[in-house]
């Protein structure tokens, strides 16, 4: 299996450089890392006094792979499910925060495990991941994967101004999908037409 410092810094790669971009909640934004993360965090870089924008700018590569690794793998205990899962539900994490967890959860439900859709990874959906995975270790993967797809789909289905990450200006898989389907077994991804079909009613 890959290091957790390995998939961080694939994550860092894949969330690409400085954005601030007006449809997206979370702000100003360097290598995946918020300007609400490094307020939480209180990362003034420049030692002004506030966290601003400028702040997000001056985040390193290697500083963003340190603030997940700890913030987003070892604090929220994705460290402790099957090491299957850890890479989808980490990248998972990194862009959708504690709805990673929810995902899961919900997952695990409908595999007929019993957990609480809270967000938050206690021993419970630890032990029920474990022991979906130990059954079925691939399919809780691919499984996961798709309902995080589903999850960006349907996110775009409520919020317009979001489906411009689900579909491409030429109409083809956005990037939260092609992110999502990185981690599926690519007999599950969707072909062209079908991905053009779930997006149609967008107009």
Same mark, same amino acid.
């Given at each position: 299996?890959?290091?957790? /410092?390995?998939?961080?810094?694939?994550?860092?790669? /894949?969330? !690409? *450089?400085?954005?601030?971009?007006?449809?997206?909640?979370?702000?100003?934004?360097?290598?995946?890392?918020?300007?609400?993360?490094?307020? &939480?965090? !209180? =990362?003034?870089? %420049?030692?002004? #006094?506030?966290?601003?924008?400028?702040?997000? +700018? &001056? =985040?390193?590569?290697?500083?963003?792979?340190?603030?997940?690794?700890?913030?987003?793998?070892? &604090?929220? +205990?994705?460290?402790?499910?099957?090491?299957?899962?850890?890479?989808?539900?980490?990248?998972?994490?990194?862009?959708?925060?504690?709805?990673?967890? &929810?995902? =899961?959860?919900?997952? =695990?439900?409908?595999?007929?495990?019993?957990?609480?859709?809270?967000?938050?990874?206690?021993? +419970?959906?630890?032990?029920?991941?474990?022991?979906?995975? %130990?059954?079925?270790?691939?399919?809780?993967? %691919?499984?996961? #994967?798709?309902?995080?797809?589903?999850?960006?789909?349907?996110?775009?289905?409520?919020?317009?101004?979001?489906?411009?990450?689900?579909?491409?200006?030429?109409? *083809?898989?956005?990037? $939260?999908?092609?992110?999502?389907?990185?981690?599926?077994?690519? /007999?599950?991804?969707?072909?062209? %037409?079908?991905?053009?079909?779930?997006?149609?009613? $967008?107009?």
């Amino acid at each position: 299996m890959q290091t957790v /410092r390995s998939i961080a810094e694939q994550i860092v790669a /894949r969330e !690409g *450089g400085y954005v601030n971009d007006p449809d997206d909640p979370g702000g100003a934004t360097n290598y995946g890392v918020t300007i609400h993360t490094m307020r &939480r965090l !209180g =990362l003034d870089l %420049d030692g002004n #006094g506030i966290v601003d924008a400028r702040d997000v +700018r &001056r =985040l390193t590569r290697a500083k963003a792979t340190d603030i997940f690794v700890e913030h987003y793998f070892d &604090r929220p +205990r994705v460290s402790d499910l099957p090491e299957v899962l850890q890479p989808s539900v980490f990248d998972m994490y990194v862009n959708a925060g504690a709805n990673a967890a &929810r995902i =899961l959860q919900r997952l =695990l439900n409908r595999m007929g495990q019993r957990v609480a859709v809270d967000g938050v990874i206690g021993p +419970r959906t630890i032990a029920a991941a474990r022991a979906a995975a %130990d059954v079925a270790p691939h399919h809780i993967a %691919d499984a996961y #994967g798709i309902a995080r797809r589903n999850y960006y789909y349907a996110l775009a289905d409520r919020r317009a101004a979001s489906r411009k990450y689900a579909r491409r200006r030429d109409g *083809g898989k956005g990037g $939260w999908i092609t992110r999502a389907e990185e981690f599926i077994s690519p /007999r599950f991804h969707l072909s062209a %037409d079908q991905h053009k079909a779930r997006v149609a009613a $967008w107009g």
